[in-house]
């Protein structure tokens, strides 16, 4: 086990009896609430409903896992959360803001402070370095004012931040390569880094341990239990049964329809 | 442990593969305009752009003045190919010795010789624009080899 | 202190784009560089002739020009681009010519090759004129001498080499320089005017020290011909035609007609200015065809990018600044790189380009030079930018989004 594993697996020993409690008192108002969630598409000429009906509810703290095949709707769900797909009836509530209703502005407000996404595919911006990558979110906007973590908004402070991150994850190295150079697990690691440079209250993760080897799989899935026991909403869509283990509560995703497994 | 040693050895050559490359580029900036513009003011006065021939047996003022852009260019050319050998910091002397020949280069055939005073005489028409042309282009590359080499020798 | 970073890093995004594909980059500044060079190289090019062009036809104020026999195309060659030329018939001629009907105005002129003023200078062209009856010098000469021309002193025209102390070293003597006249483009440039009266001085010097220019006996009866403007009613050829009727032997004198000239050179000038239109338009049709390409193949790789950015929470303003801040710089570099490389080559050479040309070439004015560099360049800027609007819009469109999962 490497020292960053042994460190997140500190932290989250530490943090763990702080996070239930926490857990349990905002169970009354969830971070992420879909209601009746419908996304329907044209395929061949006739209306399908990627996704039907969903209904959804994660609250801070809460690692929650989405399975199932490819072309089940998963990947709809998540674009809408994050609110790059509007819904076609329902409605995603994020952090209390009804996210089909937000103006282009505010939508990428929320994204950028309150959300983090891990994506599959390789978005790390390929010009810029490593290091430059994840301080890239913090730069889109000016900070509010109540984001206490990232009160220190100046370069310094950024760089600081964004190195600390790539410490944790054990790729501290990497700082000044660019994307071009790493490989897959480490690709998905800074993209980690960089979904976390803004303290997002909701993680939605994309697949995050597919294409890695099982060394980086559990490196990915500790890293993302840690930031969940640290009072993120984490949400993930997976299909590798090893992701599972880490999770809180898991649901299937079948043509379009959400069913929570025991 | 393994796995860390092997990245920290696979970023370590990125970047001296990325250095590397940028040192050729500077490298390669300083010395080959000064080569190829050097050569040129060698070989264009004595050809294409010629002094006007002799008039009455006396030599005219413009062929003393292509003579002279013709040293200036020699001068020139030896200094890209000594760019070539040498380090980052003498390669910005070695610019700035470029740029203080092409003043030399634009002062000989206007204020220090001169040259032939009708404007349709051929060196006029042909020898002193070329001389200009060429000269500008040699404090053009100059100035932007200086600015690169400068960059990367303050970074390291 | 935020808004620093944060203006910083969007600035430096559409920079550290660019540095980071520089074939891509290479290839956009090289074909914005040659658009902007082939208009800037062709407005110019069209500009000064249409400069020379005018400056000829206001310098060519006369209908008809009576000269001896077999002279007329060495007169032409005269008013043209062509070398300096002597020739002459007498004056008792021109007395006779001038009866003819038809005839507002007429005055003579004596034109007079001289050998190389001194060392290092060219063959001038010698031009003796009646400054009492004269209307072709004299009201161009006027915007910029104002006096009379002495005997034995010169006005020069704008290539002739004039020493310091306002002198022209000419058959061993100095001649006195009371004006020196703005450049016109055509071969008026390299001469010198004096007064009808100073030409047997100026024989007389020839004789001193070379080969004497005309006979001693025709010095004070040479005249190489007589311009004439045509009054109301009559066409140059009708008072050519009356010229010939005052005696046979006009029949065999040349007679030239400037208003011909100006349009034969007028048509040369359009055949080659259209041509050059046509080349140029062909350029910018390629270029823009390569650009909006070049652009439209950068399409799919920047609709991965801006999605990773939209994801991040940078909104279609900042999608579309960090674009345009591209573009922009693009335009920009590639103009103004365009317009210096065409500058380097019109500007030292247009010596050598009006003399390979055989048509009047006359540098535009500066304002007009200056007006043509700025809108060469935003033209450059704003082709950059029409271009980039394309990935705009097609990566503008919110399902382009989805293409983080099914782009795979």
Known sequence: MTDTTATIEAVRQADMRATQAQSASSQSAPLVELHDLTRTFMRRGKPFDAVSHVNLAIVSGQFVAVTGRSGNGKSTLINMIAGLVRPSSGYVRVDGHNVAELSDRDISLLRNQTIGCITQSQTLLANLTVIDNVILPATLFDHCAQDTHAADTTADGLQHRAQTLLDQLGIADLADSYPKELSGGEMRRVSIARALMNHPKLLIADEPTGDLDAESTVIVMQLLRAAADAGTAVLMVTHDPDALEYVDRTYRMDRGMLTAIA | MARDCQQKLRVSTMNALRKREEVMKNKLFASIPNIVFGALLVIAPQTFAHACGAHDGMMPACHYSQQAATGIGAVILV??????????????????????????LFAIPTVLIG?????????????????????VLVVVFAVLSIVFDTRSSKRA | MANTVRNNT?????SRNLAGRPVRTGALLAVVTILALAFFGGTMFTMNLNTGMTSMERRLGADLMVVPQNTAQKAEALLTDGNPSTFYFTKDIVAKVKQADGIAQASEQTYIASLAAECCAEKLQIIGYDPATDFVIEPWVASQFDGTLEDGQMIAGANVNVSTDGTVELYGRRWSIVAQLAATGTNLD??????????????????????????????????????IKVAEGYDAQTVAERIKDLDPSFTQLGYVYPGGITATTKTALNALVTYLAVFVAAIWIMGVIVLLAVFASSVNERKREFASLRILGATRGMLASILLRESASIGLIGGVLGVSIASLAIFPFSTLISRQLQLPYLQASLPAVFGIMILTVLCAVVIAIVGSVIVLVRVGRPEAYLVLREGE
Request: glycine share 4%.
């Open chain 3, 190 to 227: 390299n001469s010198v005017f004096i007064n009808l009266n100073t030409v047997p001085e100026m024989v007389a010097a020839s004789a001193a020290v070379s080969q004497r220019i005309m006979p001693e006996e025709y010095a004070h009866k040479a005249i190489s011909t007589v311009l």
């Open chain 3, 10 to 14: 969007l600035r430096t995004l559409a």
């Open chain 2, 79 to 104: 200094l890209g190919l000594v760019a070539l050998i040498v380090d980052p910091k003498v390669r910005i002397g070695l610019n700035i010795a470029a740029i203080a020949n092409t003043v030399l």
């Open chain 2, 115 to 135: 040259i032939c005073k009708g404007a349709m005489m051929h060196c006029r028409a042909v020898m002193l624009p070329t001389l200009i042309v060429l000269g």
